[in-house]
Every structure is written in C-alpha cells, then in structure tokens.
C-alpha cells in the first residue's frame, strides 16, 4: 500500500463529517468567506481585488460540492440552467434537427 492509499483510507471517514458540517453550516461559511475576501481586500487597498474574488467564489464552489456530494438539492446533470432532464426511459435526440 502507497503513501497516497493510506492517506486516502485515513481520510475517508472524515470527508463524510466535513460533507454534513458543509450541509448544516453552508451559510455561514459563505458569509465567513465573504468577510474574510472583504477584510483582505480592505488591507491590501484594494489591489488584488479580482484576485480575492476568485479565490473566495472557488472557495465557495468548492464548500457547495462538498455540501452537495450526494446528489440531493444539487444539479447533478450536464443541462443548461432552468432546463428540464429528459424523461426516463426515453432518448433524447442526437445532434440538432435536420434542414429541410
């Protein structure tokens, strides 16, 4: 067994307690997020200020994933936003409709 397979073993357990803390907890820590860019954007005057933006909004993406590991309250499919899945047990179709 590698280094990498027993840190993974090791781990396992505990990503399944921080998915449910990310569930209970995800607001405030989008709001903790949003006051420590805000405070760190305040001290350095505003220079790296889409540089904050971005690492809190990754940040952000990735509590949402770990909130969401099940499934459940997520868009786990590849559609567009608002769109609806297709109907199980049908086939959507392939490719754009043909010209006449």
């Given at each position: 067994?590698?280094?990498?397979?027993s840190?993974?073993?090791r781990?396992g357990?505990?990503?399944?307690?921080?998915?449910?803390l990310a569930?209970?907890?995800g607001?405030?820590?989008?709001?903790?997020?949003?006051?420590?860019?805000?405070?760190?954007d305040?001290?350095?005057?505003?220079?790296?200020?889409?540089?904050?933006?971005?690492?809190?909004?990754?940040a952000?993406?990735?509590?949402?994933?770990?909130?969401h590991?099940?499934?459940?309250g997520?868009?786990?499919?590849?559609?567009?936003?608002?769109?609806?899945?297709?109907?199980?047990?049908?086939?959507?179709?392939?490719?754009?409709?043909?010209?006449?």
């Open positions: 067994m590698g280094l990498l397979d840190v993974k073993a781990l357990p505990a990503k399944g307690k921080v998915s449910d569930q209970q907890h607001g405030r820590i989008q709001h903790g997020l949003d006051r420590a860019a805000k405070a760190v305040e001290r350095t005057k505003g220079k790296y200020s889409d540089r904050i933006r971005t690492g809190a909004d990754k952000k993406g990735a509590v949402d994933r770990l909130a590991k099940d499934g459940t997520a868009d786990t499919g590849g559609g567009t936003p608002g769109s609806t899945p297709p109907t199980p047990g049908t086939t959507p179709p392939a490719g754009p409709p043909p010209t006449s």
